[in-house]
């Protein structure tokens, strides 16, 4: 038996329903990752290498780090390679259509993402802002790539955004059938965050309300045992001064409520923590976030409705009390 083979047996091991516990999967974003991932090792089971990208001719660049994989080696951890259509401006719907679009390109990414995965467990296909007219071509890739990785022991695992309904005209989410994709992909990972940022109004990242609702969608057109739920391990800080807002880790969060002196507060209504704060500019800010009590309710979630796992985005953002609340319903 191959590495590869014998990788895929154990991902989907750990991917079956009747798994004693979900199966932890976690984003590596490269050295901010790093001491995380050798830190909370104990709490995985598989790593997405968050760190290739494809062009419109179906090139991958990227690599493994001999960090990531002898801390997985040791952990016995699966490592799955992401491949993205990151382009310089971010996602490229440019870049998604020209895979998408049969022909030599297309040919050429999935050969060179199977070559990607050898070694490994499988691919992570991470595909975002894909044109909603491209729904029938991205099932017919993912069915494509699926086959191919299949034929070498390999595993399929699609990234895909949440959504409450299906609706194939949403300019975000209407590329992803996924009640099709749920036919052909070893495992689905929802992604249940950024349900608000600094692109709109203030709001959760991921509302429990909200992330229910996802849930309750995906567990009507997939199985159970193919649902990996997106928990985020980040907040969003909006200024409404000047409009427009940055990101937060889980871990920073402390450090920020010392600094401005915030009290934090509580939103029952999606089990969501937030504050306000004055900076020393003058602008006025408001801090969406995760805390404890909300991470142990989302990863609930996974226990309660019997899915495959949770996928955290992302390893360096968090620290040891998000851990420890995150598995608190295991």
Known sequence: MTI???FAAATMALLSPAAAAPAVMAYFEGAPSVASLDAFAGHLQIVA???????AKGRITGHIPASLTSIASTDRIQVLVTVSNFGINGFSEAIAHAILTPGMAQQAAIANMVKAAAGYAGINLDFESVRRTDRAAYTAFATALAAALHQ???VEVLSIPAETADNPKDSWTGAFDYAALGRVADLVQVMTYDENGPWGPP??????????????FSQRVLPAGKISLGVPAYGYDWNLTAGGGKQVAYA?????????????????????PWFSYTAANGASHVVWYENAKSIALKSALATQHGVAGLSIYALGFENAAFWSAMTTSF
């Open 4 to 6: 590869a083979v014998s």
């Open 49 to 55: 290498a968050d760190l290739f990208a494809i062009n």
């Open 152 to 154: 070498h022991g390999l």
């Open 203 to 216: 709001g959760p990242v991921a509302g429990l309300d909200w992330m229910s609702a996802c849930l309750a």
């Open 252 to 272: 920073a969060v402390p450090a920020l409520m010392t600094q401005t002196g915030a009290v934090p507060q509580w939103d029952a209504a999606t089990s969501s």
